[in-house]
């Protein structure tokens, strides 16, 4: 079962790279989720929840790289946006690792209801630029 499905309509940015990075979030949420539902113990899903977490701290990256290179307007607002939900996810990964695993479903539901309602009130924000900046 999964968490959550990219759509075009829900989480396109015409922004290639962020679209594609975006589905790998997803995948990656969803396996996560899937893991912990489907009762996995420990080892899994703490290794899940590491890899989670890189790919969403990679994808925040490159995407700050690129509004960084065009000079997007928006970019230190939207930054700030990325610092609190990565400092938010640290602190949860710390006490799934410490053996509180229903946090892990936690994690899903808050990386999913932020990115739900981040892409369109922030990445889209970026697309003009990124296309053409």
């Given at each position: 079962m999964s968490?959550?499905?990219w759509t075009v309509e829900q989480?396109?940015?015409n922004v290639g790279?962020?679209?594609d990075e975006h589905k790998n979030v997803f995948k990656n949420l969803n396996i996560?989720?899937?893991?912990?539902?489907?009762?996995a113990g420990r080892p899994e899903i703490t290794e899940q929840t590491d890899i989670v977490l890189n790919i969403v701290?990679?994808?925040f990256a490159h995407e700050e790289q690129e509004m960084q290179a065009k000079k997007f307007v928006g970019y230190e607002r939207h930054k700030a946006e990325h610092d609190d939900l990565?400092?938010?996810c640290i602190a949860m990964e710390t006490k799934i690792k410490a053996g509180e695993l229903e946090?892990?479903?936690r994690l899903c539901q808050l990386i999913k209801s932020w990115f739900d309602s981040h892409i369109p009130e922030y990445d889209r924000a970026y697309a003009h630029t990124l296309n053409n900046g």
């Open positions: 968490l959550m499905t989480h396109g940015t790279f962020a679209d996560l989720y899937d893991l912990r539902m489907g009762g701290a990679a994808h990565i400092n938010t946090l892990s479903k």
